[in-house]
């Protein structure tokens, strides 16, 4: 019986030698790779926005959340909330000599409140935020006041230098000096000054007593947007200016329902297809009749914070008599579906 034969490595060799050689991707095959890896891409890419922006929404309504517990710190110190502007004349919306108080923004009231104890150490109450001791109280750029989902503006100007922020206060259904509208209006845009007033005005910041319609249901603060100045026209925009209690600067109505494209009337620039719709009156007379809508960056609405501290997305599709009630401490209207 003949043995195993044995192939001589040499030939071995040759064998191997003799295999064809693989060559790589033809341009076919590598136009497939890209097609699928570019399909994939679009199926995450609404994805990871989706993940980015729920991330923003987070930190938004946790600034609101620190915000609302503010205000009721403050109001567990003082028996009331932080007043909505102070230094002016609550009939007239003007600050003339005869108010012996200093003009003052909300924002300076709640510094405290929310661990800004080194920014309030060189805020002055004795004078005004316009005044030169106060700038550099002013100047800072608060993060609380900073909604992720907006792009932050630059200073408004060199001399005064205050930052914008994206959180108002709840001003009423109406406009600057008038937080219910005439009766004259239709509904429900017309139930007058003294019923439709809200938690916050001029020289005024409420009891808890005072919101009879129910804190859960009553808005203290929503969110606004921060359109820029236009510092090379100086063309104005007041719009998002926290440390300013000029009207139309942080003062929100309910009288356009959030992420309204109907125009806020006062000192802004209208560019609505960036959310910045406005009618343009810059005249310091009719400035008591300005208004501003709540706005945001987030789709589909824009995040309030109640009078208990609660927080909330509100739909833009919110029925505009609900929203308007929403504004009013004691109006008596039923709220439901807001929150």
Known sequence: MRGPVTIPFSMRLQRVSHRRTPHGFTLV????????IATLIGLLLPAVQSARESARRTKCSGNLRQLGLAIHNHESAKRRFPPGAQGRDPLTGEYPTSIAKPRHPFVAHILPYIEEGGIYSIYDLNQGFNMPANRPAASQKLSFMQCPSDEAQQPWTPQVGDYKGNYGVNWGRWNYIDQGGPASNPAPLNVTHQRGKSPFYMEYGAKMGQITDGTSKTLAMMEMLQPPQNHSSQTTDRRGRVWNDDSGCYQISTRLTPNSRSPDYGSCIDDPAKGWPCTRDATASNATQWFMASRSGHPGGVHAVFCD???????????????????????????TGVN
């Open 309 to 335: 501290g609660s927080v909330s997305l509100v739909v833009d599709s919110i029925d505009l008599a609900v929203w308007a009630a929403a504004s009013g401490q004691g109006d008596g209207e039923a709220v």
């Open 29 to 36: 095959e590598l136009l497939v790779v890209i097609a699928i």
